[in-house]
């Protein structure tokens, strides 16, 4: 690529990305799908070659963070609470998909069946980076936001571990039931086990540290570490990161500080916003490279293996979900409405992205003999249009489905609030039994006071939606104190302007501003 190239691309890349994100909140799409047509946009500008997306750099550099900081803040007690769900979705799923797609590509297109369970394996994994920054943005009940991001989260594990066995079949021609079997075995359990004994030993480290930029970098290392060493150990790397994250993300209130906590969570949300949108925009430049016409197949052929690969992919999902006699009692309660509604919800969820493009071009170029392997364009052809397809047709729709079947979160408002109202209690609580000597020092006073006006805050709060006294009283407050702290910062503003603080000063009081306001306002 030229020098011009290159500044197309550093300047039109984050303006058209800043873009979409901007028109996927305004559209309510969900900002992948925009960001890989950013991408595809981008590929055909003149003057700018598309660079080749190596597999390896989804693996190592994209995919440990992502999958790690998506663990993060699921918890252990939902994912027991749903594991039937998500390992028949994650294991029973990805073999149905991988075993219906590569009896289409035998049957319709004549692959050799090998490489077609080489493509089956690579589109059968749903994305766990799609879903979680889909969900993230919808309004969507928190046990379908589970079962998703948890089958997102773990169906890679099965892919790549069944991708791994049918690649060193088609190399050497003939199938090892022995150390196939080791590694299905094997490779999952053991990464599990690398993964949790990893995060132990982080957490225990961190518990003795209480520098937020240490902690913080370590957080970010954990991820990568992990993964390289369970593949090191011919183990399932996904799997082991994340098991970590998981772990990890269940001990936050032990190992991080109050402040080091508010700093890793913006440091993280960052992080994880500029991974997906590079990812995202990487993978769309990379499907106009991949999506061609294989050689010597007529373009209607072509056509009619995609449409019938996207097809069968589709239709396995929603046929598992809603008649397969092994999802008969996926959710665990009596068929009815609602759970028809979420089966829906679960099956239109299947999207696909960066690790199916990567597991497909990371096929090896030749077999064990030196021969070109067979058919390795049509697979990321069949890759490509699956992503594109998944995206496309579901990540759209699915804000759609959502409101059309009624679906939403719940409302844990109540819960919230007698939770903040039991802890402005206890404090109370403390006060009382703790400064009985001198009550009427200035200290306690002043604390009391604030715990008081706190609860009473959080007594006026409506259990319900419905309007009352309370209520308009309650946002008269916050009103009020949001204009308040207004007056406060144009008054420490003015302070700097004239000289009186220093800008050390002025960053440490408008944190603190900052904190309160964003607390008042719900940002």
């Known amino acids: 690529m030229n020098p011009a190239g290159y500044g197309i691309l550093l300047l039109c890349g984050p303006l058209l990305a800043v873009a979409a994100v901007w028109l996927a909140d305004r559209v309510g799409v969900p900002y992948?799908?925009?960001?890989?047509?950013?991408?595809?946009?981008?590929?055909?500008?003149?003057?700018?070659?598309?660079?080749?997306?190596?597999?390896?750099?989804v693996f190592y550099v994209f995919l440990p963070p992502l999958l790690y900081y998506a663990a993060y803040f699921i918890a252990p007690d939902d994912l027991r609470a749903n594991a039937r769900s998500i390992g028949l979705l994650s294991v029973g799923l990805v073999i149905v998909t991988a075993a219906a797609v590569a009896g289409v590509l035998v049957g319709v297109a004549g692959v050799p069946p090998v490489v077609a369970v080489i493509a089956?394996?690579?589109?059968?994994?749903?994305?766990?980076?799609?879903?979680?920054?889909?969900?993230?943005?919808?309004?969507?009940?928190?046990?379908?936001?589970?079962?998703?991001?948890?089958?997102?989260?773990?169906?890679?594990?099965?892919?790549?571990?069944?991708?791994?066995?049918?690649?060193?079949?088609?190399?050497?021609?003939?199938?090892?039931?022995?150390?196939?079997?080791?590694?299905?075995?094997?490779?999952?359990?053991?990464?599990?086990?690398?993964?949790?004994?990893?995060?132990?030993?982080?957490?225990?480290?961190?518990?003795?540290?209480?520098?937020?930029?240490l902690e913080i970098t370590i957080s970010l290392a954990t991820p990568y570490l992990t993964y390289v060493l369970a593949e090191a150990a011919h183990l399932s790397g996904v799997l082991a990161t994340v098991t970590a994250g998981v772990y990890v993300g269940s001990h936050l209130s032990a190992i991080f500080s109050p402040g080091a906590r508010l700093q890793a969570f913006a440091f993280l949300d960052v992080l994880v916003f500029l991974l997906n949108a590079v990812l995202f925009t990487l993978v769309g430049m990379e499907l106009v490279r991949s999506v061609h016409w294989v050689p010597g197949m007529p373009p209607l052929r072509g056509v009619a293996v995609i449409s019938a690969v996207v097809t069968v992919v589709i239709a396995a999902r929603l046929m598992w979900m809603l008649s397969g006699p092994a999802t008969a009692k996926l959710f665990g309660r009596a068929?009815?409405?609602?759970?028809?509604?979420?089966?829906?919800?679960?099956?239109?969820?299947?999207?696909?992205?960066?690790?199916?493009?990567?597991?497909?071009?990371?096929?090896?170029?030749?077999?064990?003999?030196?021969?070109?392997?067979?058919?390795?364009?049509?697979?990321?052809?069949?890759?490509?249009?699956?992503?594109?397809?998944?995206?496309?047709?579901?990540?759209?729709?699915?804000?759609?489905?959502?409101?059309?079947?009624g679906l939403r979160a719940e409302d844990f408002g109540a819960e919230e609030n007698k939770?903040?109202?039991?802890?402005?209690?206890?404090?109370?609580?403390?006060?009382?039994?703790?400064?009985?000597?001198?009550?009427?020092?200035?200290?306690?006073?002043?604390?009391?006071?604030?715990?008081?006006?706190?609860?009473?805050?959080?007594?006026?709060?409506?259990?319900?939606?419905?309007?009352?006294?309370?209520?308009?009283?309650?946002?008269?407050?916050?009103?009020?104190?949001?204009?308040?702290?207004?007056?406060?910062?144009?008054?420490?503003?003015?302070?700097?302007?004239?000289?009186?603080?220093?800008?050390?000063?002025?960053?440490?009081?408008?944190?603190?501003?900052?904190?309160?306001?964003?607390?008042?306002?719900?940002?």
């Open 120 to 213: 089956g394996v690579v589109v059968a994994p749903t994305d766990a980076v799609a879903a979680t920054s889909v969900f993230k943005r919808l309004d969507v009940p928190e046990r379908l936001a589970t079962i998703v991001e948890g089958e997102g989260l773990t169906n890679d594990g099965t892919a790549l571990v069944l991708y791994t066995g049918a690649v060193s079949a088609a190399l050497v021609g003939a199938v090892r039931p022995g150390p196939l079997a080791v590694t299905l075995l094997a490779a999952p359990a053991g990464g599990a086990a690398l993964g949790l004994a990893v995060a132990w030993l982080g957490v225990q480290v961190r518990r003795r540290i209480d520098q937020p930029l």
């Open 32 to 57: 992948p799908v925009l960001l890989v047509a950013v991408g595809a946009v981008l590929a055909w500008l003149p003057g700018v070659s598309v660079p080749q997306l190596s597999p390896d750099v």
């Open 335 to 405: 068929s009815g409405a609602p759970v028809w509604r979420e089966r829906v919800v679960v099956a239109w969820a299947g999207m696909r992205g960066g690790l199916s493009l990567a597991a497909a071009l990371a096929i090896p170029l030749q077999l064990a003999d030196g021969k070109p392997f067979p058919d390795r364009d049509l697979v990321i052809m069949v890759a490509a249009a699956v992503i594109v397809a998944s995206l496309l047709i579901q990540g759209t729709s699915l804000p759609w489905l959502l409101r059309r079947l």
């Open 419 to 523: 939770a903040r109202l039991k802890a402005a209690r206890a404090a109370l609580e403390w006060l009382d039994d703790h400064t009985h000597a001198d009550p009427a020092d200035e200290a306690t006073k002043s604390a009391r006071s604030l715990y008081e006006a706190k609860a009473q805050r959080l007594h006026l709060s409506p259990p319900s939606d419905e309007e009352s006294d309370d209520a308009r009283e309650l946002e008269r407050y916050r009103a009020l104190r949001l204009k308040l702290l207004g007056v406060e910062r144009s008054v420490v503003l003015g302070l700097r302007r004239d000289g009186r603080i220093n800008a050390t000063l002025l960053r440490t009081i408008e944190r603190d501003l900052d904190l309160e306001e964003a607390r008042l306002s719900g940002s």
